[in-house]
């Protein structure tokens, strides 16, 4: 596995506490949810390419919820033959509940409407921001070998969706920065020092000292050159 995935198995190892799982599962819904309006009422499907990150989706439905989402795999062809699990929340699981409750839904004057913004009520708590945060890197988050280059990204199809994070993120002074790219918009970090505390407020201890390891050969290489 690559050290992005190996980081993710990290991620979805940590037991947090019930308020944290609600802000977790939020960033899941803001980052990689697409909301289907049917006749018989919505749905909301999860798309992933990571079994854990899967099941951690899984879980925390069950947990913050009790509701079971189906899961379905999709084998994608034009990329490797790689599986693609589909968590699907159907009209069975309350999802306009779910939605209010994790703040991709909201009451305004003019009725309830889609917000593309960091559901800030939810996260007023330190370690609720921090669970948002490792919500959004397992979404749709990946992380460059520190042997080759220092790296961390997270996307987002939303241009609004990406400057609302952009910004959480520079909040918890976290210096992020934002591109375009293709159809999608990059908010990214270079600086080693901005990745690890990143990955410290996450919970990735593992790829953290991973990253410091690196650090400190790199250094030492120097000193000696």
Same mark, same amino acid.
């Given at each position: 596995?690559?050290?992005?995935?190996?980081?993710?198995?990290?991620?979805?190892?940590?037991?947090? /506490?019930? %308020? &944290?799982?609600? @802000?977790? +599962?939020?960033?899941?819904?803001?980052?990689? #949810? *697409? =909301?289907?309006?049917?006749?018989?009422?919505?749905?909301?499907?999860?798309?992933?390419?990571?079994?854990?990150?899967?099941?951690?989706?899984?879980?925390?439905?069950?947990?913050?919820?009790?509701?079971?989402?189906?899961?379905?795999?999709?084998?994608?062809?034009?990329?490797?033959?790689?599986?693609?699990?589909?968590?699907?929340?159907?009209?069975?699981?309350?999802?306009?509940?779910?939605?209010?409750?994790?703040?991709?839904?909201?009451?305004?004057?003019?009725?309830?409407?889609?917000?593309?913004?960091?559901?800030?009520?939810?996260?007023? /708590?330190? %370690? &609720?921001?921090? @669970?948002? +945060?490792?919500?959004?890197?397992?979404?749709? #988050? *990946? =992380?460059?070998?520190?042997?080759?280059?220092?790296?961390?990204?997270?996307?987002?199809?939303?241009?609004?969706?990406?400057?609302?994070?952009?910004?959480?993120?520079?909040?918890?002074?976290?210096?992020?920065?934002?591109?375009?790219?293709?159809?999608?918009?990059?908010?990214?970090?270079?600086?080693?020092?901005?990745?690890?505390?990143?990955?410290?407020?996450?919970?990735?201890?593992?790829?953290?000292?991973?990253?410091?390891?690196?650090?400190?050969?790199?250094?030492?290489?120097?000193?000696?050159?």
């Amino acid at each position: 596995m690559s050290f992005s995935s190996d980081t993710k198995q990290e991620l979805c190892q940590i037991a947090d /506490k019930p %308020c &944290c799982k609600r @802000a977790e +599962l939020a960033a899941f819904i803001h980052g990689i #949810g *697409t =909301l289907r309006i049917q006749r018989g009422g919505q749905s909301m499907v999860m798309t992933t390419e990571s079994p854990a990150v899967a099941r951690r989706i899984f879980s925390l439905c069950k947990e913050c919820f009790a509701v079971s989402p189906e899961v379905r795999t999709q084998l994608r062809k034009r990329l490797g033959k790689r599986n693609v699990y589909h968590v699907v929340l159907g009209q069975d699981c309350r999802v306009p509940e779910i939605l209010m409750e994790t703040g991709l839904m909201r009451e305004t004057e003019e009725g309830v409407r889609i917000s593309r913004a960091v559901p800030l009520s939810l996260l007023r /708590k330190t %370690c &609720c921001r921090h @669970a948002y +945060l490792r919500g959004a890197f397992l979404a749709t #988050g *990946t =992380l460059s070998d520190p042997g080759k280059a220092y790296h961390l990204e997270i996307t987002s199809a939303s241009e609004e969706y990406a400057q609302s994070l952009s910004n959480f993120i520079n909040k918890l002074e976290i210096p992020a920065k934002m591109i375009p790219r293709r159809e999608s918009f990059v908010i990214y970090l270079k600086e080693s020092e901005s990745i690890v505390e990143c990955l410290n407020r996450m919970g990735a201890h593992k790829a953290l000292f991973a990253i410091e390891d690196v650090r400190i050969k790199k250094n030492m290489s120097n000193n000696v050159n």
